[in-house]
């Protein structure tokens, strides 16, 4: 079992920026075993891919409407991983969910994910 959560949510303004954190844990499991990942899911729409990364940091993947905008990273020392949001949109207004997947690779298929935390609303507005 791992426990997955979500932190930094807020209201920002069109044009600025969040930073979210996702801390993960488990008994029997390392940090350094998981690959992570960050979806996200506004109202009246599916679980959207938005980036992950390795268990080293080493290897990142973006969704293309982030891109530029949106850094992921980690600190494995505090078993956190991060993403980093700049240049905010309205359309980015969704809730952000932090995901885990054990000894397994970075993947863009939520499926692929072992555990997952409780989200972080995130709203663009003015």
């Known amino acids: 079992q791992v426990q997955v959560v979500e932190s930094g949510g807020g209201l920002v303004q069109p044009g600025g920026s969040l930073r979210l954190s996702c801390a993960a844990s488990g008994r029997t499991v390392a940090f350094t075993d998981l690959a992570m990942g960050w979806f996200r899911q506004a109202p009246w729409k599916g679980r959207e891919f938005i980036a992950n990364i390795d268990w080293s940091g080493g290897i990142t993947d973006y969704a293309d409407i982030v891109k530029g905008r949106f850094t992921i990273s980690r600190t494995n020392a505090k078993n956190t991983v991060y993403l980093q949001m700049n240049s905010l949109k309205p359309e980015d207004t969704a809730v952000y969910y932090c995901?885990?997947?054990?000894?397994?690779?970075?993947?863009?298929?939520?499926?692929?994910?072992?555990?997952w935390g409780q989200g972080t609303q995130v709203t663009v507005s003015s």
């Open positions: 995901a885990v997947v054990k000894y397994g690779k970075v993947s863009q298929n939520a499926n692929s994910y072992d555990y």
